[in-house]
């Protein structure tokens, strides 16, 4: 994680910034001399969409798909867990995906993946002040892509590249994991740790929780959406960060029984929690 946070502050005060509308050169295609280079020996940090997309894709649940394909580094700082795409134990650490004609869930492939060679930084996610996210251009040695003549604005290779998607179901995680709770260095307990880990990327063990607990027992939560996140990958998800919120950070996003804490508190006294 120190490399990470040391790129970071190498972003921060040395790439270009760019805007949507900013113009850059670069093209990806079978053609070029570097096709498939770049996919190995890469940390590719996991949201929780990615691996819906992906352990769908490859017919897997979540945590097959986590046994498998991904790992989970921690240290004594780690805010929340993070998964990431476990590279090959091979000379290249080829990216599990990775096949002689290309990406074989190329369709499915991680917001990482689709962004390249473009970088996002944005408000909340270092401990500098950052007013405004910007674009900036992450330019290896390795890729011959920049040599190509195609021209886009940000904006144009994002929509090529489906982003669009990615960004709009990854809002709600990035809200979540820069929340002001953590921006003021407040630490996860063990178990929350796992119950985040679970409700972001384990989801199937997260609707087996739900189905097979007491859980709406204690939480009004109506019929429409229970049928919903019984069936639905991405609306199990949304029900997740808001059962995140309140059960993190205490925000009112969830409604408690009234009768059943009424009982608790008769039965414990005043300050009787569920
Ligand atoms: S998921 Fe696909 S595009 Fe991404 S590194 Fe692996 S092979 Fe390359
Ligand atoms: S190194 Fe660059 S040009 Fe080559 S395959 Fe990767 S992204 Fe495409």
């Not at 113009?23 to 053609?31: A, E, I, Q, T």
């Not at 949201?47 to 945590?63: A, H, W």
């Not at 476990?86 to 599990?96: A, L, T, V, Y």
């Not at 307990?189 to 609707?207: A, G």
């Amino acid at each position: 994680m120190k490399e990470i946070n040391e790129f970071k502050q190498k972003v921060l005060k040395e790439c270009p910034r760019l805007k949507p509308d900013s113009v850059f050169r670069f093209d990806c295609h079978h053609g070029v001399a570097c096709f498939n280079h770049c996919c190995g020996d890469v940390n590719i940090f996991l949201t929780p969409y990615d691996i819906i997309r992906l352990k769908n894709n490859l017919g897997l649940t979540s945590e097959q798909f986590l046994d498998r394909y991904t790992f989970t580094p921690f240290s004594k700082d780690s805010k929340f867990p993070v998964v990431l795409l476990q590279m090959e134990d091979n000379d290249r650490k080829s990216c599990p995906f990775n096949r002689t004609e290309g990406c074989s869930v190329y369709l499915d492939r991680p917001w990482a993946c689709r962004m390249y060679p473009l970088g996002v930084a944005q408000p909340g996610e270092s401990a500098d002040e950052l007013e405004e996210e910007f674009y900036f251009l992450l330019q290896e040695s390795v890729c011959k892509g920049f040599d190509e003549k195609k021209e886009w604005t940000i904006e144009e290779y994002k929509k090529a590249q489906g982003v669009e998607e990615y960004d709009k179901h990854g809002e709600p995680f990035r809200n979540l994991t820069t929340h002001r709770y953590f921006g003021e260095g407040k630490m996860l307990s063990p178990e929350k740790m796992d119950m985040f880990y679970t409700v972001c990327y384990d989801v199937d063990n997260f609707r087996r929780f739900l189905f097979g607990s007491t859980f709406f027992d204690k939480f009004i939560v109506d019929d429409e959406t229970k049928a919903k996140i019984k069936e639905d990958d991405i609306e199990l998800l949304k029900f997740g960060y808001q059962w995140l919120r309140f059960s993190l950070f205490g925000e009112k996003t969830m409604t408690v029984r009234e009768d059943l804490l009424a009982a608790r508190k008769t039965q414990l006294g005043e300050n009787a929690s569920l």
